[in-house]
């Protein structure tokens, strides 16, 4: 059986930023288990990360590592604010108001001006209104 991070060509890994050819070794692809999980780029799949051949996903998409990953867990006495760690060791933060993830220039703000937020308070008034 190939990796399961092989498709068509490409590596999907989730330790990339987005699918590529140049990782890809089809010695090591195509290799049994032994032989792929000793590629740099693999990591063990989870249901989050590989359903039906599906890029990592989450409750706010697919996230583009390169403005979203964060190497320090970042934290915020926000209500909304949740902390996701990504399959490649990084953090990703996400804003439940938005729905989406939030870009690392976006945490700052989030961690220091919380209690300050246009979208905390949107998302507060909808709770009042459930």
């Known amino acids: ?5 092989y498709k068509d060509g490409f590596c999907t890994s989730p330790v990339l930023e987005r699918p590529s050819t140049d990782p ?20 063990e799949p989870t249901s989050l990360s590989l359903t ?4 990592y996903q ?3 998409g697919r996230p ?7 190497s320090v867990k970042p934290s915020s006495s926000c209500e909304f604010f949740v902390v996701e760690k990504h399959e490649s060791g990084v953090y990703l933060a ?14 700052p703000l989030c961690e220091k001006h ?6 905390r308070r949107i ?3 909808l709770r009042e209104e459930k």
């Open 1 to 5: 059986m190939p990796c399961p991070w």
């Open 24 to 43: 890809v070794i089809p010695e090591k692809c195509l290799g049994d288990e032994t032989v792929y999980k000793a590629c740099k780029y693999y990591r």
């Open 52 to 55: 039906q051949g599906k890029l």
């Open 58 to 60: 989450s409750r706010f």
């Open 64 to 70: 583009l590592l390169l403005i979203h990953s964060l």
């Open 94 to 107: 996400g804003c439940e108001v938005l729905g989406r993830y939030l870009t690392r220039y976006e945490v």
């Open 114 to 119: 919380w209690d300050e937020c246009p979208y």
């Open 123 to 125: 998302g507060l008034l």
